[in-house]
């Protein structure tokens, strides 16, 4: 059974639009959060990382961390065609060397 | 700009073979890691090694072998392939929990 669950499986946007992804941990001892993004036919590359309750914003990207919950989303606004990938949530219950898991990921395709 | 370098990025086999994954980072991290990203792009942890030590060791069938001689190089070794080893194997390195990730090598069992 996946500890890490994102949602939705695949998502269509217009460009331009919001894109809206989620992410949940079942294991209690998770305490770090990061999203990743790999394009097709490449490898997966860090997007960002989120660690506290709260939000942070990088350019038109935008994640939310509820630890209670063990949530978090990413938010793309204004979406462009070469946001279309595949995006990888993963966590860990240790910063750095400890096992760090990932979610099974979101298709996003932006429609021009 | 990659630093994770992974050879061969492709290789076919016959199921019964033994292939070998060579993974070399100059990033300068202390941890290096093997994934394996199977055709519906569910990305697993095999193993991770920090400074040359193994510390993550999934549940993986035995002939899967790591391999470090030191923290710049991680290398892979399935002894006689399966068919369900088809998949692309991604080597990666980590500083402050940030994996950097090499571009893969794609296994094809025949």
């Known amino acids: 059974q996946q500890k890490v669950q994102q949602s939705p499986e695949s998502l269509i946007v217009p460009e331009g639009g919001m894109a809206s992804l989620n992410c949940t941990s079942s294991?209690?001892?998770?305490?770090y959060f990061w999203w990743y993004r790999q394009h097709s036919g490449k490898s997966p590359k860090m997007l960002m990382?989120?660690?506290?309750?709260g939000e942070k914003e990088e350019g038109r990207f935008t994640v939310h961390l509820n630890k209670a919950s063990l949530h978090t989303s990413l938010h793309i606004r204004d979406s462009q065609p070469s946001d279309s990938a595949l995006y990888l949530c993963?966590?860990?219950?240790?910063?750095?060397?400890?096992?760090?898991?990932f979610g099974a990921g979101t298709k996003l395709t932006i429609k021009p | 700009e990659t630093a994770v370098f992974q050879t061969p990025n492709y290789h076919v086999t016959q199921v019964g073979n033994e292939v070998s994954f060579n993974c070399k980072q100059t990033?300068?991290?202390?941890?290096m890691y093997w994934y394996k990203q199977d055709s519906k792009k569910l990305l697993k942890i095999m193993f991770s090694?920090?400074?040359?030590?193994?510390?993550v060791n999934e549940t993986v069938p035995r002939r899967f072998s790591p391999q470090s001689s030191d923290k710049a190089h991680l290398n892979l070794r399935i002894k006689s392939v399966e068919p369900e080893d088809s998949a692309v194997y991604l080597c990666?390195?980590?500083?402050?929990?940030?994996?950097?990730f090499g571009e893969g090598s794609k296994l094809t069992v025949l």
């Open positions: 990666a390195s980590s500083y402050s929990g940030q994996l950097y």
């Open positions: 294991d209690r001892n998770v305490d």
């Open positions: 990382s989120i660690f506290s309750n």
């Open positions: 993963a966590a860990s219950a240790n910063y750095g060397n400890e096992k760090i898991t």
């Open positions: 990033l300068g991290h202390d941890t």
């Open positions: 090694y920090n400074n040359k030590q193994l510390i």
